[in-house]
């Protein structure tokens, strides 16, 4: 689990760091915004199919019986 954190926070701080401010004009909007919903529901999904593959691999098992 800390090497899940650990990568989680390494990736976020790169792309933090790497990802310069994007020069828009005044009245432009920003090129990423289209973005933004893509990857906050990429997100949601994958950490929704990381908790379902938990509970279907090791939760469910441990309870009900092999």
Known sequence: MKLVVRTLALATGLVVLAAPPA???PGQRYWFYWAAPLLALSVLGLIG????????????PKYRGR
């Open 23 to 25: 020069a828009a004009g």
């Open 49 to 60: 199919a990381l908790a379902l593959g938990y509970y279907v691999k090791v939760l469910r």
